[in-house]
C-alpha cells in the first residue's frame, strides 16, 4: 500500500492502489501508516497528465524463426553469433533444423542448413515425427543414444531427407558421425573451438581435421607450424584462407613463388584475393601483432626459387622469435600459427590410394596414419631436414570419396546457377550431379567438378 496518503476530507472518497513491498532495514513492529501533506487523492488509474511516461511495447529483435523465415543468411549469422538464440532452439513446433530442412520456399535453404550445423545444431530431432523433439530434450541426449538413433528418421523426416539435394545430405550426415563429434572434442574447450565449422565449408579431408585437431589440442611451447600437402583442387588453401577467419585474428599471406633471396619473406606483402589489401610487409604485420595469435600462410611452399631462402625460418619456427635485419631487436612471434600449402606428395597420395582395398571408401585412421609416415621423408627431400624438423606436423590432403564428389558437385551446382538451380527437380538435380561426377579428373580434384557441372548445366538449362 502506498506509503503516503494525502491530507484528506472525511467526505473524500478514496481509493488505495497496492505496491509491491520493498524490503526496508527497519523493525516491522512500528511501522505504520504515514501521512503525507501531498493534499491530493491516489487514484486507480493515474491521469494521462502525471508526468510518469508509461511503459511503451518494445518491438522484439528478429528471432532464429524470423531470420530464417525470411530467407536471410546473413541475419541467421547474426542471430548464432550474437547468442540471441540457439542453434537448437525450438521454432514452433520443429527444431530450427527440422524448420529449415521443410521449408521448401527457402532460397539459401542449404547456406542456412550449413549455418546451424557448423553453429553445432543437433541432428537427432530430425528422428522424430515431422523433427519435433523438444530442443531440451535433444541437448540432454548422449552420444550413446545419438550413435544408436543415427540412420532412424521417421518416415516423414526420411522422406524429406532424400529429397535433399546430395550436398545437403552430405553435411547432415557429416554433422551426426561419431567421428565428428569425436574430433570436435579434441578442441572443446580451446582457443582453436571455432574450427570446427570448417568442416561446413571444407568437404572431404576428416583425417586431415582429425589429425590438426589432435595437435591443437596438445600443449607447446614451441610455435605451431603445419605443413598441408597433396594435390591441387583438394582444399588445402580454402582450409588455409579459412583458418583466421574462424578464430577471428589476422591473416597474412606469401606467395612463396616471388622470393628472390633470404629476406625477402619479412618484404612480402599480403597476397590473398580473399584478403583486403594490405600496405604491411610481413615484418610489418609481426610487429604489429607481436605476442598475438596470428596467422601466416606460406602459399606454395616448395616452390620457393632455392631452398636456402627458407633458412631464415628455422629461428621463429623453433624459438618463436627472429630478426628481420642485424642489429634489430628480436620480435616474439611465439604465438603465430603458420601454414605452408604445397604440392609435395601429389604422385604419393594417389598411388596410396590405388594400393587400398576400397579406394572410393573414406580412410580410416589407421591408413592416414600410414600415408603421414610416408609423405614426411619426401618433404624432408623438398624443403630440407632442417627446416622439417621445426614443423609441428604434416597433413596429406587425400582423393575425395564417392559422397564428397557428389556433394561437391551439387554444391557447384548452386553456386554456378543460382536461382535456376532451385527450379529443378530433385531427379534433375541427381541426374546433373551424377554426370558431373563421372567427368571428374581426380589430380584436378574439385576443379574439374565444377567444370564438368558448368558444362552439364548449359546442356540442362539452356
Known sequence: MSDRLGALDEDTEVEFVDEPEQEEDVDDTIIGPAVSSNPEPTYSRPPSVLNSPVHAIATPRPTLLFAIASDDVTEVRRVLESGEAGPNDDVGPQSALAFTLTANQLKHRMEIVKLLLAHGANTSTLKDPDGSRSSSRAASLSDRERDEGSGRSTPAMQTVLESMDPATRYYIARA??????????LIHRSFFRPLTKVRYDL?????????LFRVL??????????????????GKSLLARKFGSLLDVPTHTVNMTT??????????????PYEAPSKLTLADFLMENEAKRC????DEIEKTAQETFLSSLLMPWELGRCSFEAGHRHVDVSKVIWLGTSNIGHDLVFEHQAARDHP????????????????RPLVSQRLGPSL?????????????????????????LYTLAGQDARTLPSATVEKLVQNAVRDYIPTEGARSLYRAVSTHLLDTIY
Not at 551426426?176 to 572434442?185: C, I, L, N, V, Y
Not at 568437404?203 to 589429425?211: F, N, S, T, V
Not at 589440442?217 to 583438394?234: D, E, F, K
Not at 633471396?261 to 619479412?266: G, K, L, P, Q, R
Open 388 to 412: 622439417l624438423s621445426r614443423v609441428t606436423t604434416v597433413l596429406p590432403f587425400v582423393p575425395f570419396s564417392a559422397d564428397e564428389k557428389m556433394a561437391i558437385a551439387a554444391e557447384a
Open 176 to 185: 551426426e558421425s561419431p567421428q565428428t563429434r569425436r574430433t570436435s572434442a
Open 203 to 211: 568437404i572431404g579431408q576428416d583425417r586431415a581435421l582429425e589429425q
Open 295 to 298: 596467422v601466416v600462410v606460406l
Open 360 to 375: 572410393e571408401e573414406p580412410m580410416s585412421r589407421e591408413m592416414y596414419v600410414d600415408l603421414m609416415g610416408m609423405l
Open 259 to 272: 622470393l628472390q633471396s633470404t629476406h625477402d619473406i619479412w618484404r612480402s606483402y599480403s597476397m590473398n
Open 217 to 234: 589440442s596438445m600443449p607447446t611451447v614451441a610455435p605451431i607450424v603445419v605443413l598441408l600437402c597433396g594435390p591441387s583442387g583438394h
